[in-house]
């Protein structure tokens, strides 16, 4: 006998699609909040609406929302009452038998299938009608429930951890003003130096191509822009070498550098971190700098890289920053080698940096905690969506 085609979602949700709001009655500061497909993951809008709606278009927090272009986003709208934007969908539940908490959870994954089997012309585009052949998840609805309760309790755990790996970089931006912009003076017209007395070098690496996944062993890599940001140096972001291209490799990865991105968007020109070790095999791409400081002037590299951080040089390195393309940015040699300074003595500068090291590693213990979270969220998910391991027993678990 043939098989039976699985029941779909269709009678079981609700689909609106947004609205093409005027953009006459858009504000910054008046009206209800109009939620574009932008705006998705962020739980707030920087556009707002006074005109006349429909009440159809409303959202409220909780509401289930979907991006129909690009990544196609599930998110979970947490922002109040707003309204729906075209190229943005709410999905609800209409039946008994589909818990509305449970629908956000259970869609993520559908949604990311159907991603990677759209065709991709100048944008993916989502359709209603895929929403709709979505097959009905097997579980009850008081099953569904327990799975909901579960996943938002890790979801809020890894909010919770957000919220302080937020307030601990804050506290480091101030830690960093206090050690070193103040004493160092940093981007002050009465510092006494420049960057150019503590550097001995800068050097670039070259653009080749490579295959977008890290070196297997044996291989050559060449880093990625990503592979420099918010201070830390992300080795694993790096493309595998093709073997004709490692012949132009140039600048390896060796401890002691300081990686600067030359050239990013306004937002991230000029981000940098300290290579405290050797990489074998990783070289630098044409977009980033390996600034090497002088060994006889009793300068600690890393707290240069720390100077390079602080707001006060960002704030320099932005302002002399150029370029015709609003999305990106560079800056020259010269104009980087110009940001004034003072030259702690050596003992301030370990002082400094043992502070600086104690909050980081605070920092680095709860970003790994939210990894794990986040991998613990993901495996129970696929677990209870599956249908692999018991819904009361992975409960009595997690807790």
Same mark, same amino acid.
């Given at each position: 006998m043939p098989e039976t085609a699985p029941e779909t979602l269709d009678d079981w949700i609700e689909i609106t699609s947004g609205a093409a709001f005027s953009s006459k009655y858009f504000s910054v500061e008046d009206g209800l909040p109009?939620?574009?497909?932008?705006? #998705?993951?962020?739980?707030?809008?920087?556009?707002? @609406?006074?005109?006349? @709606?429909?009440?159809?278009? !409303?959202?409220?927090?909780?509401?289930?929302?979907?991006?129909?272009?690009?990544? $196609?986003?599930?998110?979970?709208?947490?922002?109040?009452?707003?309204?729906?934007?075209?190229?943005?969908?709410?999905?609800?539940?209409?039946?008994?038998?589909?818990?509305?908490? $449970?629908? @956000?959870? $259970? #869609?993520?994954?559908?949604?990311?299938?159907i991603h990677r089997i759209t065709p991709e012309t100048t944008v993916r585009h989502l359709s209603t009608k895929d929403l709709r052949k979505i097959a009905r998840p097997e579980m009850d609805a008081v099953s569904q429930k327990l799975i909901a309760d579960i996943l938002d309790a890790i979801d809020d755990a890894v909010l919770e951890t957000?919220? !302080?790996?937020?307030?601990?970089?804050?506290?480091r931006l101030g830690l960093l003003d206090d050690l070193i912009s103040i004493p160092g003076q940093i981007g002050s017209s009465d510092a006494?130096?420049? #960057?150019?007395?503590?550097?001995?070098?800068?050097?670039?690496?070259?653009?080749v191509n490579a295959d977008d996944r890290p070196p297997s062993a044996g291989e050559f890599g060449v880093l990625k822009t990503s592979a420099v940001g918010g201070g830390r140096f992300r080795p694993l972001e790096s493309k595998a070498v093709w073997p004709r291209e490692v012949s132009r490799l140039k600048c390896p990865v060796e401890a002691g550098l300081i990686l600067f991105?030359?050239?990013?968007?306004?937002? !991230?020109?000029?981000?940098?971190?300290?290579?405290?070790?050797?990489?074998?095999?990783? $070289?630098?791409?044409d977009r980033l700098w390996a600034i090497r400081v002088k060994e006889d002037e009793g300068i600690l590299p890393e707290?240069?890289?720390?100077?390079?951080?602080?707001?006060?040089?960002r704030a320099f390195i932005t302002g002399e920053a150029t370029g015709t393309s609003g999305s990106m940015k560079n800056?020259?040699?010269?104009?980087?080698?110009?940001l004034p300074v003072r030259k702690l003595p050596h003992a301030d500068q370990v002082d400094a940096m043992k502070a600086v090291h104690a909050l980081q590693a605070e920092i680095d213990a709860l970003m790994s905690e939210r990894e794990k979270l986040a991998a613990l969220r993901l495996g129970l998910r696929d677990d209870l969506l599956t249908g692999r391991k018991p819904v009361a027993a992975i409960r009595e678990a997690a807790e």
């Open positions: 109009l939620v574009r497909i932008r705006d #998705l993951g962020k739980g707030s809008t920087v556009t707002r @609406y006074t005109g006349p @709606y429909d009440a159809a278009f !409303l959202l409220e927090s909780g509401d289930v929302l979907i991006g129909m272009d690009g990544d $196609f986003a599930v998110e979970r709208w947490e922002g109040g009452t707003a309204l729906l934007n075209q190229r943005v969908c709410k999905v609800a539940s209409r039946s008994d038998e589909l818990d509305q908490g $449970f629908l @956000y959870h $259970f #869609l993520k994954p559908k949604i990311a299938d957000d919220v !302080l790996i937020e307030k601990h970089e804050a506290i006494p130096d420049t #960057l150019a007395s503590l550097v001995a070098s800068i050097s670039s690496g070259c653009s991105s030359r050239m990013n968007t306004p937002q !991230l020109v000029g981000e940098n971190a300290f290579v405290d070790q050797d990489h074998p095999g990783l $070289f630098l791409p707290w240069v890289a720390t100077i390079l951080q602080t707001r006060q040089a800056i020259a040699r010269t104009s980087l080698l110009r």
